[in-house]
């Protein structure tokens, strides 16, 4: 029976799938052509023998006005025309488009459905099939416990002694069929579980659900870096503009140390010229020289002849060991 389902199911998929086919197919086929373009009706010929029996300046201002509609039927109309007749077709090739479309994605949507219903049904037939298994043994050990208590209950009823000769001659033959009964091993539990079975439509929607929230994701990541993208322009435009102000502030800052240096070298020579040094060692005026005594400028004992101490009248006179500090435009050669 089972196979015989399985092979009704696949033949209804099969029928399905032909049908589908069938009307798409049928949706590639326009229903309603566009209509075939007619042809722009041609203007009236004038005759070539004239007007006929009509009088010649009314034939001319006939012929006249013929001539202007014309001018404004090629000029306005048939250009409309063929724009409304192509719109038409686009419209209808549209029409045939959505229509095998929606048979192509109904089709898709029936045979995944029915394989989802397939993988249920499969599922459902394995579980019960176990159950059903289990259920059989299980009651065959019962029926055979209930002819056990059975059998014993009526030898129990036992009064005359056919009856207990009876019993006595089927007495190993219950003892048996209680060892064996209580000798069967014990059956353990068949864990079934049936929340298992496959939920196709779950998880689709779980699917589409999480779809829906990674799109929104994207969405925001995309407004983020348009948004990170439109500050970092500006961001270079203004770095653009600070390093043409900075390089322009440079350019004026190196101009002016360009002048406090040469500034600075001037006033340097210009100190240069009133800048102190001893007259004999030509070592300059600071702090450490100021009180430290002169290599060249020797110091006269007190003991030697014209030592005395009285003698030195100012600091740094010749003989008494220290600097004697002078402007170097005066200074005089030791």
């Given at each position: 029976e089972k196979g015989d389902k399985k092979k009704k199911k696949k033949e209804k998929g099969a029928d399905k799938e032909k049908k589908s086919k069938k009307g798409k197919k049928e949706a590639e086929v326009p229903s309603n052509p566009p209509p075939a373009?007619?042809?722009?009706?041609?203007?009236?010929?004038?005759p070539e023998g004239g007007g006929g029996d009509a009088p010649p300046q009314l034939s001319a201002e006939y012929w006249t006005k013929v001539a202007m509609l014309q001018?404004?039927?090629?000029?306005?109309i048939v250009p409309k025309r063929s724009h409304l007749l192509n719109e038409l077709q686009r419209?209808?090739?549209?029409?045939?488009?959505?229509e095998a479309q929606a048979s192509e994605i109904e089709?898709?949507?029936?045979?995944e459905f029915e394989a989802s219903l397939s993988r249920l049904h499969d599922a459902k037939a394995e579980k019960l099939n176990n159950?059903?298994?289990?259920?059989?043994?299980?009651?065959?050990?019962?029926?055979?416990?209930e002819r056990l208590v059975a059998d014993l209950a009526d030898f129990k009823k036992a009064k005359s002694a056919e009856e207990m000769t009876k019993f006595l001659s089927v007495?190993?033959?219950?003892?048996?069929?209680?060892?064996?009964?209580?000798?069967?091993?014990?059956?353990v539990g068949l864990e079934i579980n049936p929340y298992d079975l496959p939920r196709d439509h779950d998880e689709s929607h779980k699917l589409r659900r999480e779809y829906a929230g990674a799109r929104k994701i994207i969405q925001v990541k995309d407004e983020m870096i348009e948004y990170l993208l439109q500050e970092r322009e500006g961001l270079l435009k203004a770095h653009a503009n600070a390093s043409h102000q900075a390089a322009n502030l440079n350019n004026a800052a190196q101009h002016e140390?360009?002048?406090?240096?040469r500034l600075t070298d001037k006033f340097a020579q210009e100190l240069d010229q009133f800048q102190l040094a001893c007259r004999y060692c030509k070592a300059p005026l600071s702090r450490l020289s100021v009180n430290t005594y002169c290599p060249y400028n020797r110091k006269i004992r007190q003991n030697q002849p014209g030592g005395g101490a009285n003698e030195f009248r100012q600091h740094g006179d010749e003989g008494s060991g220290l600097h004697r500090f002078e402007p170097t435009h005066r200074r005089a050669s030791p």
């Open positions: 373009e007619s042809k722009a009706p041609e203007p009236p010929k004038k001018r404004t039927y090629d000029s306005q419209l209808e090739a549209a029409r045939n488009l959505i089709a898709t949507a029936r045979r159950l059903e298994g289990e259920t059989n043994q299980i009651r065959v050990e019962v029926a055979e416990m007495d190993r033959e219950l003892h048996h069929r209680m060892y064996r009964l209580a000798g069967a091993p014990s059956r140390m360009k002048q406090w240096v």
